[in-house]
Structures are given as C-alpha cells and as structure tokens.
C-alpha cells in the first residue's frame, strides 16, 4: 500500500512538473519564432534601404553625368 501511494505521488509530481514544462516550451517557441520573425523583417527593411540607397546613388550618378554632358 505504501508503495503504491508513493507511485501514485510520484506521478503526480511528474505531472505537475509536465503541466509546468510545457507552456513554459510553448512561450519559448513563441518568443524564437517572434525573434526570428523581427530579424526576418529587419533584415528585409535593411535590404529594402540598401537597394534603395544603390538605387538612388546610381541615378544621382546618372543626373551629374548628363549635366556635366551638357556643358
């Protein structure tokens, strides 16, 4: 009797422990996912700027050849 009440407590804690991990898992995921979601549009807003400024260089570039052309 004594054995099976220490089982019974046994599996009791291990639930108790379970019911604990896992939304403490699931958070965890949620928060890597939301990381990986923030580098994924910070890096997308980065390279947006990069081609933006390329472009932007290029036809500033553009512009300062045809005035000098025009002289």
């Not at 898992?25 to 549009?41: D, P, S, W």
């Amino acid at each position: 009797m004594t054995t099976m009440i220490a089982a019974i407590t046994f599996v009791m804690a291990v639930l108790a422990v379970l019911a604990l991990l896992i939304p403490a898992a699931i958070l965890a995921f949620r928060a890597v996912f939301l990381a990986r979601a923030l580098f994924a549009g910070a890096l997308l807003a980065a390279t947006f700027d990069l081609r933006f400024f390329t472009l932007l260089v290029l036809v500033l570039c553009r512009q300062s050849r045809e005035a000098q052309r025009a002289k």
